[in-house]
């Protein structure tokens, strides 16, 4: 106590010692700058978040900063959300930056704007500094919705030949190779909103030996999609964008893949799982636009879809349903068809508790005997979910797993 009461008075002396006195007379207690005295290894890490028109700006900061921006090794550039005036000021920053960048082996490069034939010199000149300085992760988002078709930015053919890339994302760019593509060191490709044939997607998958990931967003073109060869192991397709009036049909041949994914909007395509013998883990959250006028002939297009991957997946042991599915499912219970999946072992629902939806939950879960766990990513609760949950789900699917003696069931918001 004595010396905790020795200390005390001795700080209440400095204090007043130093307090009355004028500040050219204080002692000058020097603050270290933590950021300052990082070594510039770390700095440029952080820097590699940062969107290139912030990392350029840092040069402002401090001396040792004025030129450290330059040899950042991931350049980042978006002109979204922003006037169309000031479009033209983005080319020129970007124009600008790469000729100062020092940095000889680049890992990422990305640009992300609202792409006009007008630009595609600029482009052009942007994607050989790309090669120049093996960039490893590339990523354009060229997404305009006046540009579909004709408009689209076409890749220049020095790029199917890149043994660089590692990780590849394309939106609103024509894909179009006079040759053979050869990707050697890509491991995942996504492609997004341009047309791709059959014969282009194999031929992209056959030229990159260690591709083990591949997701097309929204694109269209190709009903066929037969993946043989290759170490593709996770293929996504999130939205189709059906040119064809009426509907139509895509066969997926893709026995060596293990995670398949269907998402996103569909509209009136219907998917037909042919071979995905391999498959362990599939999620099925996508829905259908209707395209008949006849409700009987959507539902008949429907049931027909669903049956027949019902078929597809049974030897599925992770399987992830969404809305429509679980939609669906119900009007096909009330009507008498089977829903089998023998070897599923974990059972994952993207769906509200809506009472439309609880007959087929429940059936399948009993024509499921394997299921040990299921999780439900359901909506924030309203008055319907509460009646229909309390009364009617929650004791049916207590009662199917407490009998079943299934080790967990969980419910996220």
Not at 47 to 76: G, H, N, Y
Not at 123 to 142: A, P, Y
Not at 233 to 259: C, F, M
């Amino acid at each position: 106590m004595e010396f905790l009461s020795s200390k005390k008075e001795k700080k209440m002396e400095f204090l007043s010692r130093y307090s009355q006195k004028p500040d050219s007379e204080r002692p000058k207690i020097q603050t270290l700058d933590r950021i300052t005295v990082l070594p510039d290894t770390i700095l440029l890490h952080i820097f590699s978040f940062l969107p290139m028109e912030d990392v350029v700006k840092t040069c402002i900061l401090s001396k040792q900063w004025r030129f450290l921006w330059t040899t950042v090794s991931a350049l980042m550039f978006s002109h979204r959300n922003q006037p169309d005036e000031d479009l033209c000021k983005f080319i020129s920053f970007v124009d600008k930056t790469l000729v100062l960048i020092n940095c000889p082996k680049l890992k990422i490069f990305s640009v992300d704007f609202a792409y006009h034939r007008r630009f595609s010199a600029d482009v052009n000149v942007w994607l050989c500094f790309v090669t120049k300085h093996g960039v490893e992760e590339l990523k354009l988002d060229f997404s305009n919705k006046h540009n579909f078709g004709s408009g689209l930015f076409q890749l220049p053919q020095h790029l199917y030949s890149n043994g660089s890339f590692v990780k590849l994302s394309l939106s609103m760019c024509g894909i179009v190779p006079k040759g053979l593509i050869s990707w050697k060191s890509l491991k995942s490709l996504t492609i997004g909103s341009t047309e791709l044939s059959g014969n282009m997607i194999g031929n992209i998958v056959l030229g990159s030996p260690v591709l083990n990931f591949l997701e097309l967003f929204n694109c269209w073109g190709f009903d066929k999609l037969e993946i043989n060869g290759g170490s593709l192991r996770k293929l996504v397709i999130n939205g189709y964008l059906n040119q064809k009036k009426g509907d139509s049909v895509v066969e997926i041949w893709a026995p060596g893949v293990r995670s398949l994914d269907i998402l996103g909007c569909l509209h009136g395509k219907i998917i037909q799982l042919e071979n995905i013998s391999s498959t362990v883990d599939a999620k099925l959250d996508f829905y259908l636009t209707k395209i008949n006028h006849d409700a009987d002939d959507d539902f008949k297009m429907e049931k027909f879809m669903l049956s027949d991957m019902l078929v597809s997946i049974q030897l599925i042991k992770y399987l992830t349903f969404g809305t429509w599915f679980i939609e669906v499912l119900s009007m096909l219970e009330i009507k008498g068809l089977p829903s089998v999946l023998p070897k599923c072992k974990r059972l994952m629902l993207h769906t509200p508790i809506q009472e439309r939806y609880l007959s087929g939950i429940v059936n399948l879960l009993h024509s499921s005997p394997d299921v040990e766990t299921l999780i439900i990513n359901m909506t924030p609760p309203s008055f319907e979910f509460e009646v229909c949950f309390l009364e009617t789900f929650f004791p049916s699917i207590c009662f199917t797993f407490i009998t079943r003696g299934v080790l967990r069931l969980v419910f996220n918001d």
